[in-house]
Each structure stands twice: as structure tokens, then as C-alpha cells.
């Protein structure tokens, strides 16, 4: 089973930045689209960016425009760039390619 690290989650005031970043198994990520989800308590897991492996984006309306996906192949990384962050913005974060186990997640809080 394939399973990915996701970090650099944290505490951050509204209007501030934080960069996740996703590290997967070489073998496998450049041939997979990488999907970040979130899940805040009490809902569902949603995801908000996906980057295929050509490199071309999508994001949840929610974060237009805040955020961006990004990813190295080289470095088998992805990494999730939140800008102007907001209190609805706090979750724990994930990364997944498609087949995956799900990580631990990485914990983002933005205090209203």
C-alpha cells in the first residue's frame, strides 16, 4: 500500500501563508495526478487542488486565487501554497494520488 507524508502544517493568524508540502515513492508519483483534500471537523473530506501530471491545475472555488498546487517530479514532491489564509480554512490537510492510503495529514489552524 502506498502511503504519503504530508507536512508542514501549523498555527497561522488569518491573512498569513503556510506551504504544505506531499512526498510520495518515486516509482510511481510522476505517473499519478496529486490531489490535496481537507477534512475540518465534523465534515466531509473535500478536495481543494488537484495537479495532473502534465502539470495543469484545478481548485475548489473556496481557495481560488489563495492557493496553488505544485509539483516536482525530480523530487517525487507536491506542494500546496496557501495564501491570505482564513478561519474556514482550518483542517487537517492531505495528499493523495489516486489509489493511495490516506496519511496522517497535516494540521492547519487559522484562530478567528
Known amino acids: 500500500q502506498v502511503q504519503l507524508v504530508e507536512s508542514g502544517g501549523g498555527l497561522v493568524q488569518a491573512g498569513g501563508s503556510l506551504r504544505l508540502s506531499c512526498a510520495a515513492p518515486?516509482?510511481?508519483?510522476?505517473?499519478?495526478?496529486v490531489l490535496w483534500f481537507r477534512q475540518s471537523t465534523g465534515d466531509q473530506r473535500e478536495v481543494v487542488a488537484t495537479?495532473?501530471?502534465?502539470?495543469?491545475?484545478d481548485y475548489a472555488d473556496s481557495v481560488k486565487g489563495r492557493f496553488t498546487i505544485s509539483r516536482d517530479n525530480a523530487k517525487n514532491t507536491a506542494w500546496l501554497q496557501m495564501n491570505d489564509l482564513k478561519p474556514e480554512d482550518t483542517a487537517v490537510y492531505y495528499c493523495?494520488?489516486?489509489?493511495?492510503?490516506w496519511g496522517q495529514g497535516t494540521q492547519v489552524t487559522v484562530p478567528s
Open positions: 493523495k494520488l489516486p489509489g493511495s492510503t
Open positions: 518515486g516509482n510511481i508519483f510522476w505517473r499519478n495526478d
Open positions: 495537479i495532473t501530471t502534465d502539470g495543469k491545475t
